[in-house]
């Protein structure tokens, strides 16, 4: 609610006077929620909140749940496991970071593989005692403490794992909640809603088994963090710009890694012994070649097995400068610099005979998120058959298809309480990631096929994406229960017999399922649901067929929403005030530019007066300073011919704008051309009052701007492009 100062004391007597009358008086318990626990125990202000609460709601020795909160530690190596017999230790230069993140460190897929060794056992850090008698001296704000470890093993130390452990009530009761790690399990992911622990990063050393490892532990209000006493580096660590940590759990999963290295292999050895040896002046013969192309090569871990496998030449496009920075470290690491070239450039951007030579042989690619199309996988096997690729070529992975299930998430009973009301906040617009396999639900029917894509160049020359696909049918329910999501995941083709399927019973890889929420209906075992799937080329979309159900869909409906009521007056509210303001913001800023365009109108017009002074041979004068001006009326009609002039040697902008022309005028703009100005001079050269919308094109794709001019300016000045379109009355 926005109120003025004069308003505020009303406001605030009528909260008093609304006030529970329990809020008055001192708590005898306090109970701290779990969502102020972060993984590193402080970072959501916990102190902060239990010293208020201790200090002026609750009496002087209350009841605290929890009672108790004792943090752990130990030193940890992690580094990245080979991959298929490739070192990819340039990749752990980039894990550092300024701040704790959360890592399972007995349950990842690093941990799995071999990433992460265990250099100490867990020491206790500090305690901080919630319901102590002195909250100074038992929750100071900053604290310190020295450690000391024996290191267990020949590594290169590089972090220090901690998590706490919370004791929920007084000494003598075993109830206690945390997130440590299982240190001594089979590992796997943690159950669902369980924190990961925290992970520090520091200077990497090299220690030895049985050497002293010293750290001095300390925590302000917010946060806990470790510095390192022993052993010293000899030279300061360089920190470089992190990298997405996905990319670490990715080329640490083997059965990803095999899978494809597996399909490389294959794939390259057909391509030779499809090419016939063509004579040569030189030796009579020559071995046949095998060129590829990697797009999104991110580690370069693709290219790489592409050389090994045989192929002659490899060119790897990315379009993330650091993940860049990594594959180039690869390549030069593993002798193959040659072979390889590394292009920092979107892949659909690639322009044959300067990033390219030749077209390839083959495409290798990885770009499938949990949804398989959301990465964009169409529209680069579009665009690689059309531009990149020789017509007998072939891509790896071959194809895909997608699976999904209907299922009941989360239980509405819990510890005997009626949650269902807290469903409405579950809802996300766009499908996220879960792992089914540690999230509690119900099994509403069994696994549907889909959608089916082979990557064929008879599938997908002429088939834009955009195209799209629909599927639908009705699914037979196996179990009683209220349906609120689809869960689906991908199957990938790559090669032969070679799949990876990362579906809830298959095992595991660093692809999770896929979840969207759908409206609460209740289900019977053994009906069929009407079920519908379509997608636009980079997103799946599940909903229920209504006319397929009719009237019954209605009867199947719950008292549960989608989403909360409330969220979507918010957002209209929001976006009305977004709308206002860009309107204000585009109407000042073009006034300014107005002012703007005059100054330049009149430099201009001096310099038409010099030039003809100079032709009939009178002596320049220097031109007077250009004062500014008062914008003209909107609908005054001015002569671009003095912009013109000025051109690229002044302002470096070209205008080739004719406002006699029905037809659409082709402009060739730089970078340096803004576009407030393009449209300032368009409308300036046509009749405002008939501006009808601004077409903006860019390649094969394009927006239309209409409304009025604040609209048509605002959503201009939002953009960037390079070439466009402009009607003549724009």
């Given at each position: ?19 529970p ?5 001192p ?68 894990r ?124 302000n ?21 992190a ?25 390259v ?25 990697d ?29 860049v ?12 610099e ?11 951007q ?12 083959l ?17 680069f ?27 009941q ?46 990557f ?155 030039l ?60 340096a ?6 449209y ?10 008939a ?19 604040g609209?048509?300016?605002?959503a ?15």
């Open positions: 609610v926005l109120v003025d100062e004069s308003q505020g004391t009303k406001l605030e007597e009528l909260r008093r006077a609304e006030e009358e329990a809020l008055r008086k708590a005898l318990v306090l109970v701290v929620d779990p969502d102020l626990f972060d993984e590193g125990l402080l970072g959501l202000r916990v102190l902060p909140y239990v010293r208020h609460a201790r200090r002026a709601l609750c009496i002087p020795t209350p009841l605290v749940v929890p009672a108790r909160a004792r943090v752990f530690a130990m030193p940890v190596a992690v580094t990245i496991p080979e991959a298929c017999g490739f070192d990819l230790g340039e990749m752990d230069e980039y550092w970071g300024p701040w704790y993140e959360e890592f399972d460190v007995a349950g990842c897929i690093q941990k799995e593989n071999g990433g992460v060794t265990f250099l100490g056992d867990a020491v206790e850090v500090f305690d901080f005692d919630f319901g102590a008698d002195d909250i100074d001296d038992a929750l100071p704000v900053q604290a310190k403490k020295k450690l000391e470890f024996a290191a267990k093993a020949d590594a290169t130390f590089n972090g220090v794992v901690f998590w706490f452990q919370l004791q929920m009530v007084q000494e003598g009761f075993d109830e206690s909640y945390g997130n440590a790690p299982d240190l001594e399990g089979a590992g796997g992911p943690r159950p669902a809603g369980a924190l990961n622990q925290a992970l520090q990063w520091v200077d990497p050393v090299k220690v030895k088994r049985g050497q002293t490892i010293r750290l001095n532990a300390s925590h209000s917010t946060r806990i963090r470790f510095e390192v006493l022993a052993p010293e580096r000899l030279l300061p660590a360089v920190h470089r710009h990298i997405s940590r996905w990319h670490f759990e990715m080329v640490a999963d083997e059965t990803r890694n095999r899978a494809f290295y597996d399909g490389i292999i294959g794939a050895e057909e391509i030779k012994r499809g090419k016939l040896m063509v004579p040569s002046p030189k030796n009579g013969r020559r071995a046949p070649t095998c060129e590829v192309v797009f999104g090569t991110g580690s370069g871990l693709l290219a790489l097995m592409s050389v090994r496998a045989g192929a002659t030449k490899v060119t790897g496009f990315d379009n993330q400068g650091h993940v920075n990594v594959a180039r470290k690869l390549m030069k690491h593993h002798g193959y040659k072979q390889v070239r590394i292009i920092r450039k979107d892949c659909r690639v322009v044959m005979g300067k990033d390219m030579a030749n077209r390839a042989d495409l290798v690619m990885e770009l499938f998120d949990y949804g398989f199309l959301g990465e964009g996988c169409l529209h096997v579009h665009f690689a058959w059309n531009n990149v690729l020789k017509e007998d070529a072939l891509i790896l992975p071959k194809g895909g298809r997608i699976l999904a299930m209907l299922v998430l989360l239980p509405d009973d819990v510890e005997g309480f009626d949650l269902s009301p807290w469903a409405v906040f579950r809802f996300q617009s766009d499908y996220y990631g879960i792992d089914l396999r540690n999230q509690p639900h119900v099994r509403l029917s069994e696994p549907f096929e889909v959608f089916d894509f082979d064929s160049r008879e599938n997908w020359l002429n088939t834009p994406p955009e195209a799209g696909g629909e599927w639908h049918d009705d699914v037979k329910i196996v179990a009683d229960g209220k349906l609120n999501a689809v869960v689906f995941w991908h199957e990938i083709y790559v090669w032969g017999d070679v799949t990876i399927p990362p579906g809830p019973a298959d095992p595991r890889t660093c692809w999770y399922q896929a979840c969207q929420q759908v409206e609460e209906l209740t289900l019977k075992k053994d009906a069929h649901l009407p079920v519908r799937a379509t997608h636009q080329g980079s997103r799946v979309t599940f909903g229920v067929d209504r006319d397929g159900l009719k009237d019954a869909y209605d009867d199947m409906r719950t008292e549960t929403p989608l989403y909360d009521p409330l969220w979507l007056q918010i957002h209209n509210r929001l976006a009305a005030a977004i709308l206002n303001k860009a309107r204000l913001d585009a109407v000042e800023q073009r006034e300014a530019l107005l002012a703007e365009a005059e100054q330049l109108l009149q430099a201009a017009s001096e310099i038409d007066e010099a003809e002074r100079l032709a009939a041979g009178a002596a320049p004068s220097p031109p007077p300073p250009v004062s500014p001006a008062p914008p003209p009326p909107p609908a005054a009609a001015t002569n671009l011919d003095g912009v013109r002039k000025l051109g690229e040697a002044r302002l470096r902008r070209i205008v080739d704008f004719t406002g006699e022309s029905a037809e659409l005028a082709p402009l060739a703009l730089d970078d051309l803004g576009l407030e100005t393009l300032l001079l368009a409308w300036r050269a046509g009749d405002a009052s501006a009808t919308g601004v077409r903006v094109a860019d390649g094969d794709d394009g927006c239309v701007v209409s409304g009025d001019d609209e048509c300016l605002n201009l000045t939002a953009v960037s492009y390079t070439h466009l379109t402009l009607p003549t009355k724009a």
